[in-house]
């Protein structure tokens, strides 16, 4: 039977898998390496604290269908399709349950198409309604900033 959590013990959580990766992986973010490589970790921290959940990085699926949000591909020059790739997703595989959607920055690169995905897969009238979205903006070893999102709109660290 799957565990559903508050919001308040999904942000415990979270703010739990990350101490653990500065505690463990603070080379990775000490050496500032690739994005997925960080994501990964996190990913596997979190993992540990979801047991019950399916904790996925760049997953681009939505049952059998390519994961897309309409009009993304607007809010940068480079992006060629309405494709998504959350860097990681707390769900149910094959179900439209899902309780988390992660956006990973560091070195403060442009945010503004990962904070419009977190709005969007947020947002309650749209196709993901995640229950929490939430921006992660990495900057060396020290504590990241968090941006939640919930029903569309932010809710702050």
């Known amino acids: 039977m799957v565990h559903y959590y508050s919001s308040e013990n999904i942000r415990r959580k979270v703010k739990a898998a990350i101490g653990v990766l500065l505690?463990?992986?603070?080379?990775?973010?000490?050496?500032?390496?690739?994005?997925?490589?960080?994501?990964h970790k996190l990913g596997e921290y979190l993992q540990a604290e979801f047991k019950?959940?399916?904790?996925?990085?760049?997953?681009?699926?939505?049952?059998?269908?390519v994961k897309k949000i309409e009009g993304i591909r607007e809010?940068?020059?480079h992006r060629?399709?309405?494709?998504?790739?959350?860097?990681?997703?707390?769900h149910l595989r094959n179900?439209?349950?899902?309780?988390?959607?992660?956006e990973l920055n560091k070195e403060n690169l442009n945010p503004e198409c990962d904070i419009m995905k977190l709005k969007l897969f947020t947002d309650t009238k749209g196709d993901y309604r995640y229950s929490l979205g939430l921006f992660i903006q990495f900057d060396g070893t020290s504590y990241p900033q968090l941006t939640w999102f919930k029903n569309g709109n932010t809710l702050g660290s």
């Open 75 to 77: 809010c940068d020059e």
């Open 23 to 39: 505690q463990k992986d603070s080379f990775l973010l000490d050496r500032r390496v690739n994005e997925r490589s960080i994501s």
């Open 95 to 102: 179900t439209n349950t899902n309780i988390l959607v992660v």
């Open 80 to 90: 060629k399709t309405d494709r998504v790739l959350p860097d990681i997703i707390i």
């Open 52 to 65: 019950e959940w399916n904790v996925d990085c760049e997953y681009n699926r939505i049952s059998i269908d």
